[in-house]
T-cell receptor
């Protein structure tokens, strides 16, 4: 089956810097993508999503970029804060309205240094 | 809304015992998901329900695992008999129908340790 090919790397940034977390997905038919944040001891928390008919979507301090040509997704966090320290997961979905199976990556650990 | 509520938060049991995990989804949500998370395998979907009906249980590891959703506000995941390799964090999530999206809202999880 398809899987989001994300091994668990660690990204370390200084407080106030911008962070970029990358994700490669494998199913070219996927039409919906979503980012989650998981803090230690908690469940994953929704951050932002994007449909395949868009290249970019912005939220509060976060931006998701989608490059369908190379099947790549990124999450940009502006002015990273200590509270942003967590594991970040990307997930892909095909036909999100009917097919509810998200395919999850293994996550990226973000460490913010004060 | 209180969000997705799971109980217990922690469960320690001995091999061979029956374990029951509980979940209350967000009111009004039509979908309910059970996941398992381990360091080795990451986040795995076990089963999901739509309007209390199981839709896809292909992720359920084996017959020792079973899940039920008797009504829109309650679901259980049961492991009988439990084995040490079942040790993991189990998450329940719920989602609304419609909008062509699939935003799943997660509970805080149940950390299961099988000795």
């Amino acid at each position: 089956g398809e899987s989001v090919g994300l091994h668990l790397p660690t990204l370390s940034v200084q407080e106030g810097d911008n962070s970029i977390i990358n994700c490669a997905y494998s199913n070219s038919a996927s039409d919906y993508f979503i980012w989650y944040k998981q803090e230690s001891g908690k469940g994953p928390q929704f951050i932002i999503d994007i449909r395949s008919n868009m290249d970019k979507r912005q939220g509060q301090r976060v931006t998701v970029l989608l490059n369908k040509t190379v099947k790549h997704l990124s999450l940009q966090i502006a002015a990273t804060q200590p509270g942003d320290s967590a594991v970040y997961f990307c997930a892909e979905n095909y036909n999100a309205g009917n097919n509810r199976k998200l395919i999850w990556g293994l996550g990226t650990s973000l460490a913010v240094n004060p | 809304d209180a969000g997705v509520i799971q109980s217990p938060r922690h469960e320690v049991t001995e091999m061979g015992q029956e374990v029951t995990l509980r979940c209350k989804p967000i009111s009004g949500h039509d979908y309910l998901f059970w996941y398992r998370q381990t360091m080795m395998r990451g986040l795995e979907l076990l089963i999901y329900f739509n309007n209390n009906v199981p839709i896809d249980d292909s992720g359920m590891p084996e017959d020792r695992f079973s899940a039920k959703m008797p009504n829109a506000s309650f679901s259980t995941l049961k492991i009988q008999p439990s084995e040490p390799r079942d040790s993991a964090v189990y998450f329940c999530a719920s989602a609304q129908a419609g909008g062509g999206k699939n935003i799943q809202y997660f509970g805080a999880g149940t950390r299961l340790s099988v000795l």
